[in-house]
């Protein structure tokens, strides 16, 4: 296992791909005066997970399926709001020639799922997803090596069926939940994702309830399946979310493509923090054998002189300073020519 991480994450002959070579190119945008309802149908209709607010060719600002959970649907013509009020801006932004790493860490750092790329002229050119970063192909040996199990990390959101869907809304905007779990008496599961509320917005549909609403049944994976075997699944499906069942086949987590990013992130910074320690375990192993070498070398009672590529000295030992009556200060920034006594030709210090 170790061979095949470091394989993956310390692997410096690979190059990096670049973020412009995994980009969807497909932009959506609309004007800042457009209503909610519309921007979603927009989004609806071709089906990408953000649109970009701009004006007179300027990005303004973005609206996403995690926004949509910010809309108070209880709100009289909540639908009809301009998108300036609940887009968010700036929008954070990466060259197309940004690493793919490094876009990968921007995306954590400021937990978001989409970077904007620009070009040389620092126009739009495409978004970048998580979903984009986790189908490249470099990691595709560490997702075969992981199971599901290992990338959760908290329970699932749950919701009973009979729950309105403003409540469910605000539910999940309050545990900063991509999708909920919801549950039926009849003992089904079903889920509702971000994605889910930019349709029911579309349509207009806010007085609804859950069980009306929900996608059913909800796709799942035991614990033990290979993050590889979830990711081919999920991208077979065209799904964001699978639901994680545990041996008692009760749904234990949710897993995303939010969730995948994180686990190999932390796995190649434990990567790298492994190789930082053995650098430094190499380092202080060479220092010891230095400090081991410079002793013997004062012990030594010959005479030793040390010099650079250039023969000038850099160090000399007591003996040294003993047989010739040359201090180390005298010496040092000499070159061994100092010791000539004018007896010998060249032939002979050549022969030396």
């Not at 296992?1 to 995994?22: G, I, R, S, Y």
């Not at 980009?23 to 309802?37: G, M």
């Not at 910010?70 to 009289?76: D, F, P, S």
């Not at 779990?181 to 029911?200: A, C």
């Amino acid at each position: 296992m170790v061979a095949h991480l470091t394989e993956l994450f310390v692997n410096a002959q690979e190059p990096e791909p670049c973020v412009a070579k995994l980009i969807s190119k497909q932009l959506i945008s609309c004007s800042p005066d457009t209503p909610v309802q519309q921007a979603a149908r927009l989004m609806h209709q071709h089906q990408v997970s953000c649109i970009l607010v701009t004006e007179h060719n300027k990005v303004l600002g973005i609206w996403t399926e995690a926004d949509a959970k910010r809309l108070n649907c209880q709100q009289i013509d909540a639908y009809k709001q301009p998108i300036r009020q609940l887009m968010t801006s700036p929008v954070i932004h990466v060259q197309a020639d940004t690493p793919l790493n490094q876009a990968a860490s921007l995306m954590l750092q400021k937990r978001i799922r989409r970077l904007l790329v620009l070009d040389k002229e620092q126009r739009p050119l495409g978004m970048l997803t998580q979903s984009d970063i986790i189908r490249q192909q470099r990691i595709e040996h560490y997702l075969r090596l992981r199971d599901v199990g290992s990338s959760i990390s908290k329970p699932p959101l749950c919701l009973a069926s009979s729950m309105p869907l403003n409540q469910a809304v605000k539910m999940m905007h309050q545990h900063n939940a991509e999708a909920a779990i919801v549950e039926y008496p009849d003992g089904m599961s079903g889920i509702i994702t971000e994605r889910d509320l930019i349709r029911l917005i579309a349509d207009g549909n806010c007085h609804a309830e859950l069980w009306q609403l929900a996608q059913r049944p909800v796709l799942t994976v035991g614990a033990d399946c290979s993050l590889l075997q979830a990711v081919d699944l999920l991208k077979e499906k065209n799904f964001l979310h699978i639901a994680v069942c545990n041996d008692r086949e009760q749904i234990c987590g949710l897993l995303s493509f939010s969730d995948i990013l994180i686990n190999v992130e932390y796995a190649y910074v434990e990567q790298l923090k492994q190789a930082l320690q053995l650098r430094d375990q190499a380092l202080r192993t060479s220092a010891d054998y230095l400090r081991l070498a410079q002793k013997v070398i004062d012990a030594s009672l010959d005479g030793i002189m040390i010099t650079n590529v250039h023969g000038v000295i850099e160090s000399v030992n007591p003996s040294f300073s003993q047989l010739t009556g040359y201090s180390a200060e005298e010496a040092m920034g000499q070159t061994p020519a100092m010791l000539s006594s004018g007896l010998h030709n060249k032939d002979f210090y050549k022969k030396l």
